[in-house]
């Protein structure tokens, strides 16, 4: 069973810092692209950062460069969004998406999602 389990959020005054996390389970996390997104009320979901399978590459939103950075440890299947400077526009829910891609096909996994509120 496919398992993508985000925590780590919560209320912080602006400035302030949280790291999310996201367990996976349930397939080979290592073959897998890690995505965070991030949904804010009456938002399209957007795409926050992401990372290639084995770790070497990276990349942010303009919105979240320099401030936010995206690791993850392949041996404790977890990806994690450190966040820094957060701001009140970085308020919404937070969302973990697993990608594998073959030719044609591949598989999507997405988690259920973790609320941030940034405010004072």
């Known amino acids: 069973q496919v398992q993508l389990v985000e925590s780590g959020g919560g209320l912080v005054q602006p400035g302030g810092s949280l790291r999310l996390s996201c367990a996976a389970s349930?397939?080979?996390?290592?073959?897998?692209?890690m995505r965070w997104y991030r949904q804010a009320p009456g938002k399209e979901r957007e795409l926050v950062a992401g990372?290639?399978?084995?770790?070497?590459?990276?990349n942010y939103a303009d919105s979240v460069k320099g401030r936010f950075t995206i690791s993850r440890d392949n041996a404790k299947n977890t990806v994690y969004l450190q966040m820094n400077n957060l701001k009140p526009e970085d308020t919404a829910v937070y969302y973990c998406?697993?990608?594998?891609?073959?030719?044609?096909?591949?598989?999507?996994?997405w988690g259920q999602g973790t609320q941030v509120t940034v405010s004072s």
């Open positions: 990372i290639s399978s084995g770790g070497g590459g990276r």
């Open positions: 998406k697993a990608e594998f891609r073959s030719g044609p096909g591949g598989y999507d996994y």
């Open positions: 349930g397939f080979t996390f290592s073959n897998y692209v």
